[in-house]
Antibody
Framework: EVHLVESGGGLVQPGGSLRLSCAASGFTFGTYWMSWVRQAPGKGLEWVANIKQDGSEKYYVDSVKGRFSISRDNAKDSLFLQMNSLTAEDTAIYYC?????????????WGQGTLVTVSS | QSVLTQPPSVSGAPGQRVTISCTGSSSNIGTGYDVHWYQQVSGIAPKLLIYGNTNRPSGVPDRFSGSKSGTSASLAITGLQAEDEGDYYCQSYDSSLSVWVFGGGTKLTVL
């Protein structure tokens, strides 16, 4: 069974940094694209970034380009999101997600999410 | 303002059928990108409901079905049950923005 468990969320001041982690199990992690998707309180879903199986390709939504960095460690079945220069608009639940295989981009499994709150 | 437009809310009585629309444009749904649907119940993590416009993952009841035509897609739920209450999101890819796009979500209420 696929399991994705996020960690690293918390309260951070504006301008601060945070590193999210996602531990994957139940599948061959290194053979899947992986994504981060966020959901601001009471709002809808927003795709943030994704990364190719070997880490050679990474894509980001414009609002986080230059501030966030997605990475992975296939030896440890782990996905990361380094978030810098955080603003209140980054406050959200961040979900680690496994990308669909084939067809158009999408997600077949989601983690339970980790809450990031940016506030002074 | 979401790139994909969904009605904010829909409702129906138990046993009834409801549909949720997802309207896009020529740079996303209309250009051939698939639409996927997700269900989010009680604020917990979303769950894949329909992928590739019409396909149900294993374990999703056949009460749920998806369709796509032109620049729009729809999710139909038949035989409504109380457990279906929650938020439903459509998602595709936009080639002009080069980004995954979600609809704003539709809250389903079972009366």
């Amino acid at each position: 069974e696929v399991h994705l468990v996020e960690s690293g969320g918390g309260l951070v001041q504006p301008g601060g940094s945070l590193r999210l982690s996602c531990a994957a199990s139940g599948f061959t992690f290194g053979t899947y694209w992986m994504s981060w998707v966020r959901q601001a309180p009471g709002k809808g879903l927003e795709w943030v970034a994704n990364i190719k199986q070997d880490g050679s390709e990474k894509y980001y939504v414009d609002s986080v380009k230059g501030r966030f960095s997605i990475s992975r460690d296939n030896a440890k079945d782990s996905l990361f999101l380094q978030m810098n220069s955080l603003t209140a608009e980054d406050t959200a639940i961040y979900y680690c997600a496994r990308d669909l295989v084939g067809g158009s981009p999408g997600i077949d499994y989601w983690g339970q999410g980790t809450l990031v709150t940016v506030s002074s | 303002q979401s790139v994909l437009t969904q009605p904010p809310s829909v409702s129906g009585a138990p046993g009834q059928r409801v549909t949720i629309s997802c309207t896009g444009s020529s740079s996303n749904i209309g250009t051939g990108y698939d639409v996927h649907w997700y269900q989010q119940v009680s604020g917990i993590a979303p769950k894949l409901l329909i992928y590739g416009n019409t396909n149900r993952p294993s374990g999703v009841p056949d009460r749920f079905s998806g369709s796509k035509s032109g620049t729009s897609a729809s999710l139909a739920i038949t035989g409504l049950q109380a457990e279906d209450e929650g938020d439903y999101y459509c998602q595709s890819y936009d080639s002009s923005l080069s980004v995954w796009v979600f609809g704003g979500g539709t809250k389903l209420t079972v009366l």
